[in-house]
């Protein structure tokens, strides 16, 4: 079945660095693709997505780019900073009406000042 | 504010008992997703109802189920719990049937703990 596979974390970064967290997904079809952020205490938030082969979906400085070849979608951020600790989740999305959102695991972006 | 509303936001029971969830969704979405949250198991998709019908059925045990009332609120019931039941249960909503590119609403969980 589809299923999404994220880098495991916890990622550890000082302030203005970069950030890379890598997912991949295996999916029939050609599904669209998010990353939600979950901040301490609270729900999930839809960060960015992209529903083609090639769109770059970006948000508050974080983009993501949907590569159907590698069948890959890594979130990056060229500065980070400590407000963008949380965990990040990436998902897919079939083609049809009414199919879920499928999560991976969820990586935790720790940044230090 | 998701303007997704979830309640209690803490449970602690008992194994062998049953529970009950609340969600209200944001106004005007049709469609309710039961979502549980646990360190092993990552996020894991329960079910989902749109305007009063199932509409779509991820891993949901036996021993739960679930239920969207005409004013939209859902409702997902635990019993006969056990301690691995234990886990965040995420609602979320949106506006439809939850279409490919369709934005999930999500309330800040209810925590349960079974003892």
């Known amino acids: 079945g589809d299923s999404v596979t994220q880098m495991e974390g916890p990622v550890t970064l000082s302030e203005e660095a970069f950030l890379t967290i890598n997912c991949t997904y295996t999916?029939?079809?050609?599904?669209?693709l998010f990353w939600y952020v979950q901040y301490p205490g609270e729900g999930l938030q839809l960060l960015l997505k992209a529903t083609k082969a090639d769109d770059k979906g970006s948000n508050k400085g974080f983009e993501a780019t949907y590569r159907k070849e590698t069948t890959s979608f890594h979130l990056e951020k060229g500065s980070v900073q400590v407000s963008d600790s949380a965990v990040y989740f990436c998902a897919l999305s079939g083609v049809q009406a009414g199919t879920a959102l499928i999560f991976g695991k969820g990586t935790t972006l720790s940044v230090s000042s | 504010d998701s303007g997704v509303t979830q309640t209690p936001k803490h449970l602690i029971t008992a194994t062998g008992q049953r529970v009950t969830l609340r969600c209200s969704p944001r106004s005007g979405d049709l469609s309710v997703y039961w979502y549980q949250q646990s360190l092993d198991q990552g996020l894991q998709f329960l079910i989902q109802?749109?305007?009063?019908?199932?509409?779509a059925k991820g891993n949901i045990l036996e021993r739960f189920s679930a239920q969207q009332f005409p004013d939209l609120h859902s409702e997902l019931n635990l019993s006969s719990l056990e301690l691995g039941d234990s886990a965040l249960y995420f609602c979320?909503?949106?506006?439809?049937?939850?279409?490919?590119?369709?934005?999930?609403?999500f309330g800040s969980g209810t925590q349960l703990s079974v003892l």
């Open positions: 109802y749109y305007n009063g019908e199932e509409r």
């Open positions: 979320a909503s949106s506006p439809q049937t939850g279409l490919a590119n369709e934005k999930l609403f």
């Open positions: 999916a029939t079809g050609y599904p669209s």
